[in-house]
Every structure is written in C-alpha cells, then in structure tokens.
C-alpha cells in the first residue's frame, strides 16, 4: 500500500514524448526551431513559450522530440532558422523569410493563424507532423 502511495505523484502528472516530424526542410544549414504554447495569449511570443528547443536541421526532414511533457492542449510552431540567429527572420513588412508551419493551422494570408486552429491534445505520447512552407 505504501507504493501506491509514492507512484500517486506520478500518476497525476503524467509526462510523455510529443515526437515532431518537420518535412519540407530545404537545406541542413541550421536549426529547426520548436516552440509550444499553452494559451491563446502568448501563442506566437518568444517569451511565452511552455517549451522550446533548436534541433540541427536535416535536409528533407527533421525530427526532433520533447520530453518530460506533461498532458495537455498545446499548439505547435515551428521554423527553419537557416541562419542560426535563434529567430524567426522577416522582411520590412514582417513577412517570414524562412520557412514556417504550425500544428494543424496553415499560415493565412495576412498572418499565422489563431491559437485554437493550432492546438492538440497531448496523452502520454504522440507523434505530429508539421510541413514548413
């Protein structure tokens, strides 16, 4: 009885593996960047990201993985940082100039798309596949 007791912790907060296949790389130059946001109010900011990491770019495709994620709703983004600046580039009138995708939603004409186009729904392991365009 005395197990049970010490495996309760473990047994509410659940963590798991979200694999992420980015297809569409067009080079090895760089990183994929890989942000995961929890609500519809810091989606998009760098400085509201639940969980972020850089994994070293593959031309073709790159698969990356997070860890120790607990369940929830999140939604993905994620871009090709070619030259390694740790951010996302664009022109004068902030407009991507590299590769990007997200979860589910698609990238709208004048702009990245809301929050809850983009969210999933995390078990204790899942596995996505985001295509950067």
Do not use: R
């Amino acid at each position: 009885m005395k197990w049970l007791l010490l495996l309760m912790p473990t047994l509410f907060f659940a963590q798991g593996t979200l694999t992420i296949t980015v297809e569409g790389v067009e080079s090895s130059d760089g990183n994929i960047s890989i942000g995961l946001y929890k609500d519809a109010e810091g989606f998009l900011k760098p400085d509201k990201v639940f969980k972020g990491m850089f994994q070293k770019a593959e031309k073709g495709t790159t698969i990356a993985q997070i860890e120790n994620l607990p369940e929830g709703t999140y939604a993905v983004a994620v871009f090709h940082d070619e030259n390694a600046n740790q951010e996302l580039d664009t022109n004068f009138f902030g407009i991507p100039k590299e590769a990007l995708g997200f979860s589910k939603g698609k990238l709208k004409t004048f702009g990245p798309p809301d929050y809850e186009e983009c969210t999933l729904v995390f078990p204790k392991e899942k596995s996505i596949t985001i295509k950067i365009k």
